[in-house]
């Protein structure tokens, strides 16, 4: 009897919860004596999707102290980390635990800072499980086992329902709202679209929804805008969307995006840009339109306003190959595969590779970053000139480097009191035009260790 033991860093509301329970589901079909169970590393979790989960078959322990996660890693055949770079996460693949078979699950593509790999996760993995075949390129893993599958969309969330003939042209945003993801111009573009009485949805959460909504309001057209939260039925969302516009930014750690795929399959055509594993997933002018820039962006959707024909040739493309590709079932019975072949191999001990106990915050924040992280050992330079660069370089990247999770903040909130993260955090806040709250943040640097202001630090 299979059992899988996945940890998961809070089970929320977002993508890698709900594709869990999809998973979930889908192997209780297929093979129903498995056991699948989940622990959590922060929370509460969601009302709802704990009640999913219970209904799936998927036993969450919520936040277990160490003692009962050391007997669920003894219990299991494999332990399947849904990995993003964090503190919480972090903390837990260093910690001394049981030997185990470990097969971290990527929720990222790996390509740009700060969601990136480092060496110690993956020379302590038995396979890594890369949701973005092109995150199995990556250098890092190069000689490594490495799995393909993708996320798990929940088709019983959908609806068959398209928009009324006379109804307003929508196009609709669903996912995370911050700067981690969507493209920095997001508003700038959607205001561009020349369709006339437009309507652009925004459904999601992630914390930016207040800059996003001071964008908004900044506008030339705020009308066009609907702004709201998280939304469960995802279904009635997109029963009443034209187009699926969902444009990130360069540097996002995307892979192949449950939402889109959710989207693609209730038969919405996508408007996209080429970045992080959303290439894999549409073919521009066969399962949607993948465009380049911002004017392109708009183009796009008034090409799909003016000519509904093509809009509907390419909206039922997208619905047949995601609903072929992302068939649960299908992946499910892959997932269980890769299991089985990590079942013949011996489990071995857990020991982190990398910095231990003996570290310091900052050490631990650097060696996450992988190869990203150099710019953040240059800063601690005792040459001038190669500190006065690196900070310079910290600071003009504040809009990933800064705010994103697995970002400098993110770190600096999970322990305040290393200079190094106070400094950084400093250097970002200036970047991003926030004097006062850097001036506060050096204050603190310095306060605790005098060495992060030296003749090459601003």
């Given at each position: 009897?299979?059992?899988?033991?996945?940890?998961?860093?809070?089970?929320?509301?977002?993508?890698?919860?709900?594709?869990?329970?999809?998973?979930?589901?889908?192997?209780?079909?297929?093979?129903?004596?498995?056991?699948?169970?989940?622990?959590?590393?922060?929370?509460?979790?969601?009302?709802?999707?704990?009640?999913?989960?219970?209904?799936?078959?998927?036993?969450?322990?919520?936040?277990?102290?160490?003692?009962?996660?050391?007997?669920?890693?003894?219990?299991?055949?494999?332990?399947?980390?849904?990995?993003?770079?964090?503190?919480?996460?972090?903390?837990?693949?260093?910690?001394?635990?049981?030997?185990?078979?470990?097969?971290?699950?990527?929720?990222?593509?790996?390509?740009?800072?700060?969601?990136?790999?480092?060496?110690?996760?993956?020379?302590?993995?038995?396979?890594?499980?890369?949701?973005?075949?092109?995150?199995?390129?990556?250098?890092?893993?190069?000689?490594?086992?490495?799995?393909?599958?993708?996320?798990?969309?929940?088709?019983?969330?959908?609806?068959?329902?398209?928009?009324?003939?006379?109804?307003?042209?929508?196009?609709?945003?669903?996912?995370?709202?911050?700067?981690?993801?969507?493209?920095?111009?997001?508003?700038?573009?959607?205001?561009?679209?020349?369709?006339?009485?437009?309507?652009?949805?925004?459904?999601?959460?992630?914390?930016?929804?207040?800059?996003?909504?001071?964008?908004?309001?900044?506008?030339?057209?705020?009308?066009?805008?609907?702004?709201?939260?998280?939304?469960?039925?995802?279904?009635?969302?997109?029963?009443?969307?034209?187009?699926?516009?969902?444009?990130?930014?360069?540097?996002?750690?995307?892979?192949?995006?449950?939402?889109?795929?959710?989207?693609?399959?209730?038969?919405?055509?996508?408007?996209?840009?080429?970045?992080?594993?959303?290439?894999?997933?549409?073919?521009?002018?066969?399962?949607?339109?993948?465009?380049?820039?911002?004017?392109?962006?708009?183009?796009?959707?008034?090409?799909?306003?003016?000519?509904?024909?093509?809009?509907?040739?390419l909206a039922d493309a997208a619905q047949r190959s995601v609903r072929s590709r992302f068939d649960p079932d299908v992946l499910a019975a892959k997932f269980l595969s890769v299991v089985e072949g990590l079942n013949s191999r011996p489990r071995t001990p857990h020991e982190w590779p990398g910095v231990g106990g003996e570290g310091t915050a900052s050490d631990r924040f650097i060696e996450s970053l992988g190869r990203a992280g150099e710019f953040f050992v240059r800063s601690r330079s005792d040459d001038s000139a190669v500190s006065a660069a690196a900070d310079r370089a910290i600071a003009s990247g504040h809009d990933h480097l800064g705010t994103a999770e697995g970002g400098?903040?993110?770190?600096?909130?999970?322990?305040?009191?290393?200079?190094?993260?106070?400094?950084?955090?400093?250097?970002?806040?200036?970047?991003?035009?926030?004097?006062?709250?850097?001036?506060?943040?050096?204050?603190?640097?310095?306060?605790?260790?005098?060495?992060?202001?030296?003749?090459?630090?601003?």
């Open positions: 009897m299979t059992k899988v033991l996945f940890v998961i860093e809070k089970f929320g509301g977002d993508g890698p919860t709900r594709s869990l329970i999809a998973l979930a589901d889908a192997v209780a079909r297929i093979e129903p004596a498995a056991e699948l169970a989940v622990a959590t590393l922060s929370g509460p979790g969601y009302p709802m999707t704990l009640m999913q989960a219970r209904r799936s078959g998927l036993e969450v322990h919520d936040r277990p102290g160490p003692e009962l996660v050391a007997q669920l890693i003894e219990a299991a055949d494999v332990v399947v980390p849904l990995f993003w770079n964090s503190p919480v996460m972090y903390r837990f693949l260093r910690r001394d635990w049981p030997a185990m078979r470990l097969a971290p699950w990527l929720q990222i593509n790996g390509a740009h800072p700060p969601q990136m790999l480092s060496a110690p996760l993956i020379e302590v993995s038995d396979t890594v499980i890369c949701t973005a075949r092109s995150t199995m390129d990556l250098p890092e893993l190069d000689g490594t086992r490495t799995e393909h599958l993708p996320a798990f969309p929940n088709l019983g969330r959908l609806s068959d329902e398209r928009p009324d003939a006379d109804a307003r042209f929508t196009v609709t945003y669903l996912g995370t709202i911050n700067g981690a993801k969507m493209h920095p111009d997001f508003v700038s573009m959607s205001s561009a679209i020349d369709v006339p009485d437009v309507r652009v949805v925004i459904r999601g959460a992630g914390g930016g929804e207040g800059l996003l909504a001071e964008q908004i309001a900044e506008s030339d057209d705020p009308d066009r805008f609907d702004l709201g939260g998280y939304v469960e039925n995802i279904g009635a969302v997109l029963s009443e969307s034209h187009v699926f516009g969902y444009p990130l930014k360069r540097e996002t750690y995307a892979t192949t995006e449950k939402s889109l795929i959710e989207a693609m399959a209730a038969g919405v055509c996508p408007v996209v840009f080429a970045h992080g594993g959303v290439s894999e997933v549409v073919t521009n002018g066969e399962t949607g339109l993948v465009v380049e820039d911002g004017a392109s962006y708009a183009d796009a959707v008034r090409r799909l306003f003016d000519h509904p024909e093509e809009r509907a040739r400098i903040i993110h770190y600096r909130n999970a322990e305040p009191d290393d200079g190094w993260l106070r400094y950084w955090s400093g250097l970002v806040l200036a970047g991003a035009g926030r004097p006062q709250d850097a001036r506060t943040e050096f204050e603190a640097a310095v306060a605790l260790d005098p060495g992060t202001v030296r003749g090459g630090n601003t």
